[in-house]
Every structure is written in C-alpha cells, then in structure tokens.
C-alpha cells in the first residue's frame, strides 16, 4: 500500500446529481454512510444506500483467497482480504493490487461515472495463468443513509432477471438497483448479521447493522477482466440501453471518465468539481461528504475557492441566481432539510455571504466576460432586498442598530458559524454584535451602496463605531462580542478566530497598519495549527483540546478549541496582507501555512481536506472528511490569494473597488 495513506484513511467518488461511492483504503467500512452505490432520489436531497459493499473471492488451483475485509461485532475482521493489499491508489480513482499467496496479482478499480447514480467495478488478473474464478457477493440495505437497517421479513430477495441484467426492488418507494456484468448470477439469499463500523462507535452512535446479500456473481478470470456495473434503475444510464456487452460499456464509461477527469488542471480542481451537484434544474454545492447536503453559508464561503478562483463563472453565476429567488424577509435559508420541512431561516450570516459572494463574481467577471445586465439586476435586487431586510429588522433579533452595526439573536437560537447546538442549550450564543458579522455587514454595505448609494451612510457610522468600539486595547485585538445579550457597553473578550475578517478574507479589510499587525501576530501565536485555526485560545476558559466522545462532548468541543481548516483561508490572506502583500510573503505563507494542508490531502479524506481537527497535537483530523468550505479555501490560497504575478496586478484587473483583495477601508 501507498506507505503516505493509512489504511482507514477515505475514499470518495461523487457523481454530481448526488450519488456517490465511498469507503476505506483497507476496504473495511467504518462509517454507515461508507457505500458502494449510494443515489439521490430528490438531488441532492432523499438519499439512499442501496449497496453497501461486497465480499470477494478469487479461487485458483492454489486455493481461495479473499479480496475484502468486514467488521463485525463484537470486534472481528472477516474475510482477511486487506492483508493481501500490495498496492492502492486514489488518483484518478480508486484502485488496489492484491497479491495472493501463490503468486497471483488481482488489480481491482471501481468509479463512479459523472451523473448517472452508477459505480462501475472491474478486476483482473495481472499475472499467471491457469484457471481463476471471482466471486462478488454485494451486500444490500435499501435505506437512509443516515439510518441503519435490520434483518426483517420484508426485505424482497428475489430479483428480475433479464439476461445479464439483474434488478431488484428491495423495498418499496426505494430506488430499484440493476446490476449488468459479464458474468454469471446465483440466486443464494442470505442475512449477514452484526457488521461494525468503528467511526460510529468512536461517535457514539448506534455502530452495528444487518445488511442481505440476495446472491453472488461468478467471473472467469482466466478469460478476461470481470465488470459489473451497478445503478439506481429509477435513474437513466447509458449502459442500461445501449446493448452492448458489460465490458464494453464498461471501457467506453472508463474511457470518458478518464478523458473527463484529464480535462481538469490539478488534483485540486478535480476534487472541487465532487462538491457541484444539481439541485432540481440549477445547481449547488454540497456542504460536505458524506453527510451533509447543500447549506447556505458553505456555499457562499466555498464558491469563491470551487468556483471563482477556478475559472467556473457560469456555475458561480448560476448557483448565486437560484439562491436569489429564496431570499425571505431578507433572509436567506441556512439548509434545506433532506425531506418535508420547511427551510430553516437561523443564519445571520448566510445572506451577508451571498453578498460578498456576488461581489467576487463581480469581480471574477470583469477580469472575462461581464455579466449579463438581467443577471446583473437580479443579483443587485436580492442584495438590495438582504440589505433593507436587515437594515428594517427581521427574524430572531436581527436588525441594523443606530451606531451602524449589526445586533442579532435570542435565547435558543444559534445565528452565526459558531453554530452547535444541544436541544435548547446553544453552546456558543454570541448574542449581540459578534465582530465577524459586522465585518460582513459592513462589506455587505459597502458592495450595496456600488448598486444603490443610500447604503453608504450607514456604512459609514457602523465603520467608524467598529473602529472605536471593537478594539480591546488591554489586549491588543478585537472583542469577539460587544453589546452581548443586547446589554450596551459589554464586551466578550474571549480570543477567538472571528476577529480575522477585520483584516483578510472579505474585499474591506477594517483594520490596518499597526492595529491589523497586532490582531494577525496574536492568532498566530495562539489560534494556528496545521490544520486550521482553534476556534478558542487554549489558555481561555472552557477550551476543548480534542474533539471526541458521544455527541454531547463532540458539540461541546466544536466551537471551543477545534481547530477548523477554511478559517486558514482568511487568516493566510490576512498575514500575507499585513505584510504588504510581496512575493517573499505569499511563498512564505505558502510554505508555512498551505503545505501542511497539502500533506494532509493523503490522510482523511483522500485528496481533499477535513472538515476540522483537534485543537491539539497531533491535530487529528475529524468530523466530514470531505469538507466543501476547507478545500475551497485552499483553493483559493493557491490561485489567488498566493498567485504570482497578483492579479492586482495583472494588466486585465478591475478597478479598485472591486478588486479580491482585502482593503482597508
């Protein structure tokens, strides 16, 4: 194996309606949500596992050895299949050399086609000769993926076969599953009982399910690759209708798969096409994998890096005019819950980020081609409508104060990024006016009064009360909070990451000079990891060095100690900023900040970067593996923020006022 991938880091294949495939380097699957065919039966929303995995077997004269490896309660590994892996490698999928004990080398590969709720799986034998028989016996629930599924009565074994096509309908209103190969199906029902999945375990979570392998496949792989192909039926897919035989619909798939992903510059944009998917006609982002769906301040945080800085104006500008149309009482939705309720309106920051989000398309726009004048106008109407919401008050507290800030929250509601909550207990309130939501408001201001010229008033006080009020000289940083639970004149001084907005990440730094200097010195003294920024000093009260445990203490620690990686994102282009923004600067920023978050790329989530880490050594990643948010802003610290030549420098570069880069105001 790869001696830089542990053998529980993760692989993810995505195909963009969502569906997708995932598991472990070692093939053991230590998550629920770990599948081999997982598909959206409302994109991206309404997701099923319908296959989890399989257990594979090659029988030589020699013997039968296996390729796959389960968990099982109450702690046992069976087959022994990853013992035999020689080989394995992410890059353009996944693929793994096994090397048998008589020799005999199996190369297995799996990838999921772009839109079509499919996995295509091949194996074949590298060396040898003589007779070598697979046999693929795939493991099938049919159920949330967020849910786990038990051995009943109900469970429908028994399959439609047409051919080599065979398809089952398991349960009813699931999405049937059609598995086409080129080999041989026996019937030979069966419940496998108790697999394990050590991550729930560790999360305190119900960890044990029963899953029913209706069947098994036989190839011959004396006579060549064996491919079996297996998809959503309720979803079109070429090779469901073209009738041709399974390996070759399995090389044209591979072969335009392949050209697809050679399209792509880097590794990097490659994994930031997984988190683009289609939401009914438009498009979105998807927070993260493998749990998460499309939320509103990931999305607008994350566009910048997926989208902008990577050239995929269209999809930046289709995404931000889908979202345009859900603006409510000048609010945004924070998440659109998977199934029947409503969206859920508790972010005070989301649409101050669709904001600064229009922004940077307008930005990215001018440096190509210029935006349309009705798209133009439909995004100026839903920040004008942000705006006056804000600015006239609406939900949970939110409202433009008469200092120019921005006050928001009530008891039992959790409104900024900092956002765990434990039934009615919030961990981190931050009611009142917390730094990084004045720094968006007055950056929302500032980008609103280029469309309407009212706004600049307001922007105006609030900047100058920011100035006066936000600055903790005892320190020599920012308050996290001021005006806490509504009470005038108090301060939070607690030493947190917010206070970084004031100074990179936004297009109006509100800090500069001496004042900027200190703020980026002192979160580098006290908030850096290689993973991100601590979302809490660790010498403050209430600091959680690690993340782990039951839920209850996983909540608790999010916000108060665990390091977060898109924090990196501002902070990088902060520290750089401070320091006049000179190529010397951005290569040592580069070299100090961004290279660990490289290297991290071939530890959890393989080639994209964790949604969090522990606040203290050695740093361990956690949380979604697979984090919209954190590769994003790595992206956008190596195309833009770190690129040499700077762009605002570049003879095509916008005017000033619409530049990316922080200035201070």
């Not at 949500?33 to 399989?54: C, I, K």
């Not at 297995?108 to 086609?113: A, I, K, Q, S, Y």
């Amino acid at each position: 194996m790869n001696p830089f991938i542990s053998a529980d880091a993760e692989w993810l294949e995505a195909d963009g309606l969502v569906g997708f495939a995932s598991g472990t380097a070692s093939g053991r699957r230590t998550r629920r949500y770990h599948a081999l065919l997982l598909a959206a039966a409302t994109p991206p929303t309404g997701r099923f596992v319908l296959v989890n995995g399989f257990d594979a077997h090659v029988k030589t004269a020699s013997g039968t050895f296996a390729l796959s490896s389960q968990r099982y309660r109450p702690g046992v590994t069976h087959p022994d299949g990853e013992r035999r892996i020689e080989e394995f490698g992410y890059d353009p999928w996944p693929h793994w050399v096994f090397h048998l004990e008589d020799g005999t080398r199996i190369e297995h590969e799996l990838f999921v086609p772009r839109c079509s709720s499919a996995v295509a799986l091949r194996w074949r034998r590298k060396n040898g000769d003589g007779p070598a028989t697979l046999i693929v016996r795939p493991f099938f629930s049919g159920r949330d993926y967020h849910a786990l599924h038990r051995e009943n009565p109900v469970f429908r074994f028994e399959p439609a076969i047409d051919g080599v096509k065979v398809l089952w309908r398991p349960y009813q209103g699931v999405p049937g599953t059609l598995a086409y190969s080129n080999g041989r199906y026996e019937h030979r029902p069966e419940w496998y009982r108790d697999f394990l999945y050590c991550a729930e375990t560790e999360r305190g979570f119900v960890d044990a399910e029963d899953l029913a392998a209706p069947g098994e496949f036989h190839f011959d792989l004396a006579s060549g690759a064996a491919v079996l192909l297996l998809a959503a039926q309720d979803v079109p897919v070429a090779f469901t209708a073209n009738g041709f035989p399974a390996e070759v619909c399995y090389g044209l798939l591979r072969s335009r798969e392949e050209a697809r992903r050679a399209t792509f510059p880097s590794p990097l944009h490659r994994a930031a096409d997984a988190y683009l998917v289609r939401r009914g006609r438009g498009k979105t982002i998807l927070a993260g994998y493998p749990w998460f769906t499309d939320w509103g301040r990931d999305t607008f945080i994350a566009l910048r890096g997926l989208c902008l800085a990577t050239g995929r104006l269209d999809d930046a500008q289709q995404i931000l005019l889908d979202w345009a149309g859900n603006v409510s009482e000048g609010m945004l939705p924070n998440r659109f819950p998977d199934r029947g309720a409503e969206p859920e309106f508790n972010s005070v920051d989301a649409s101050l980020w669709y904001i600064v989000a229009v922004h940077y398309l307008a930005a990215a726009a001018r440096r190509g081609e210029p935006v349309s004048a009705d798209v133009r106008d439909r995004l100026a109407a839903a920040v004008q409508a942000i705006l006056s919401g804000y600015a006239h008050g609406t939900r949970h507290g939110i409202h433009a104060d008469n200092d120019g800030l921005l006050a928001a929250g009530e008891p039992g509601v959790q409104l900024t990024w900092m956002d765990a909550k434990i039934g009615d207990l919030v961990v981190t309130p931050r009611i009142g006016k917390p730094v990084e939501v004045q720094a968006l408001w007055l950056n929302a201001l500032w980008i609103g009064s280029q469309f309407a010229p009212v706004w600049r008033t307001t922007f105006d006080l609030g900047r100058a009360t920011f100035a006066e009020r936000f600055w903790n000289d005892a320190a020599g940083c920012l308050y996290d909070v001021i005006d806490v639970e509504h009470r005038r004149g108090t301060a939070d001084a607690s030493f947190r990451p917010n206070q970084v907005f004031a100074v990179g990440g936004l297009p109006r730094a509100l800090l500069d000079g001496a004042r900027a200097r200190q703020v980026v010195d002192a979160i580098e003294a006290r908030l850096v990891t290689p993973l991100g920024l601590r979302t809490l000093a660790p010498e403050e009260p209430g600091y959680r060095p690690q993340y782990a445990g039951g839920f209850r203490e996983r909540d608790t620690a999010y916000h108060q100690g665990t390091a977060w990686p898109w924090l990196l994102g501002p902070f990088v282009e902060a520290w750089v900023h401070v320091r006049g923004g000179t190529t010397a600067a951005k290569r040592e920023a580069r070299r100090r900040f961004v290279e660990p978050l490289l290297r991290h790329q071939n530890e959890a989530g393989l080639g994209h970067v964790s949604e969090i880490a522990d606040g203290d050594a050695p740093h361990r990643p956690n949380g979604c593996p697979f984090q919209a948010w954190s590769l994003g802003e790595l992206l956008r610290l190596e195309l833009d923020v770190l690129a040499e030549p700077p762009a605002a420098v570049r003879k095509d570069s916008p005017p000033e006022e619409l530049t990316s880069r922080p200035v201070a105001v």
